[in-house]
T-cell receptor, first 113, second 117 residues
Framework: DAKTTQPNSMESNEEEPVHLPCNHS???????IHWYRQLPSQGPEYVIH???SNVNNRMASLAIAEDRKSSTLILHRATLRDAAVYYC??????????????FGKGTKLSVKP | EAGVAQSPRYKIIEKRQSVAFWCNPI?????LYWYQQILGQGPKLLIQ????????DSQLPKDRFSAERLKGVDSTLKIQPAKLEDSAVYLC???????????????FGPGTRLTVT
């Protein structure tokens, strides 16, 4: 499995941008990078995924380094509702070809009003 | 679109008792997953179904845990007998399909919090 490194925790102020880093130096060239988040007392929810190019959706943006050894999840304007644990999951962390997810400990994001 | 439903939301039992959890996935989703999440850790996959067949149960403690997915829709996860270390949140998730090169987005239910005393 590709090893990932994420900060244990980060803090942000409300309405400011947040950059959540993830190192995945052993990812292979054809594996997607997925991000999920888990709000308190809820199940995880999908945020975004990408392969090589930067990706945007209504929730966030994903910036992928040119060498693909790292990526950054960007929340453009953090809200209190964005306080959650954010998981970076390279596709090699899927069990074989079965599509299951292998979660690390993620980054706990706190948002201050 | 209705999400993944799970019940009960909370359960407290004594060790050596039995417990069962129920999951109803999103309509049309072929793949169903059960995860165990111990406090402070990320979720860990226990078992994966594709329709009503088991795809991966390599991390399911089969001496005490069992799961089934009859008719390829609802699923139940059972623990018999429970141990103290089974205290955790049990999450059910579903997806349209699975497999490379792109694994479909998984949708998670709210989970069942189990406390074993």
């Amino acid at each position: 499995d590709a090893k990932t490194t994420q900060p244990n925790s980060m803090e942000s102020n409300e309405e400011e941008p947040v950059h959540l880093p993830c190192n995945h130096s052993t990812i292979s060239g054809t594996d997607y990078i997925h991000w999920y988040r888990q709000l308190p007392s809820q199940g995880p929810e999908y945020v975004i995924h990408g392969l090589t190019s930067n990706v945007n959706n209504r929730m966030a943006s994903l910036a992928i380094a040119e060498d693909r050894k790292s990526s950054t999840l960007i929340l453009h304007r953090a809200t209190l509702r964005d306080a959650a644990v954010y998981y970076c999951i390279p596709q090699t962390n899927y069990g074989g070809s079965q599509g299951n997810l292998i979660f690390g400990k993620g980054t706990k994001l706190s948002v201050k009003p | 679109e209705a999400g993944v439903a799970q019940s009960p939301r909370y359960k407290i039992i004594e060790k050596r008792q039995s417990v069962a959890f129920w999951c109803n996935p999103i309509s049309g989703h072929a793949t169903l997953y059960w995860y165990q999440q111990i406090l402070g850790q990320g979720p860990k996959l226990l078992i994966q179904f594709q329709n009503n067949g088991v795809v991966d149960d390599s991390q399911l403690p089969k001496d005490r845990f069992s799961a089934e997915r009859l008719k390829g829709v609802d699923s139940t996860l059972k623990i018999q007998p429970a141990k103290l270390e089974d205290s955790a949140v049990y999450l059910c998730a579903s997806s349209l399909s699975s497999g490379r090169p792109f694994s479909y987005e998984q949708y998670f239910g709210p989970g069942t919090r189990l406390t074993v005393t």
